[in-house]
């Protein structure tokens, strides 16, 4: 499945964003992103814990995007609640990167019909919904707050 974006051309001085979804497990984490040099979806799949090489290739995208589109790149990226907590969401806020983390219960899914269940699918699932609350605001799922006074 393609997820198709239209957006209006980016006027002088306005940043441009590229959105990233990922999709966590123990082993493996599949990346993927959207920008506005593309229409689909690009996918990377990092081994699990890999932060570091997270951070790079958010920043190998955004130079690339803002290299071809001669504007700021505004990154915004989201993942679902659970095994990894929040101490990613720090560490992509700590380097620039606006974060959502997901309550996974709250993503809509059509109940009536069994449906498979690939990391690629919820990548997508992820990316529509970051797309669709960045649109309409907070109207699609329930986003987890962030606990700021937590003892890390």
Same mark, same amino acid.
């Given at each position: 499945m393609t997820v198709r974006i239209v957006s209006r051309a980016a006027t002088h001085g306005e940043t441009v964003r590229c959105l990233v979804a990922i999709e966590l497990s123990k082993q493996s984490w599949v990346i993927g992103f959207i920008t506005p040099l593309s229409? @689909? #979806?690009s996918r990377r799949i990092l081994s699990g814990g890999d932060w570091k090489g997270l951070l790079e290739l958010i920043e190998e995208v955004r130079a690339r995007v803002s290299r071809e589109m001669g504007r700021t790149v505004e990154v915004t990226s989201c993942y679902e609640a659970g095994y990894d907590g929040f101490w990613l969401h720090r560490q992509l806020e700590a380097h620039g990167v606006r974060n959502y983390v997901i309550d996974p219960a709250s993503l809509q899914v059509d109940r009536r019909v069994r449906r498979v269940k690939t990391d690629r #699918?919820?990548?997508? @699932? /992820? /990316? @529509?919904? /970051?797309?669709?609350?960045? @649109?309409?605001?907070q109207k699609c799922g329930a986003w987890c707050g962030y606990p700021h006074d937590v003892n890390r």
């Open positions: 229409s @689909r #979806i #699918i919820d990548t997508e @699932r /992820l /990316l @529509r919904s /970051l797309m669709a609350y960045l @649109r309409v605001s």
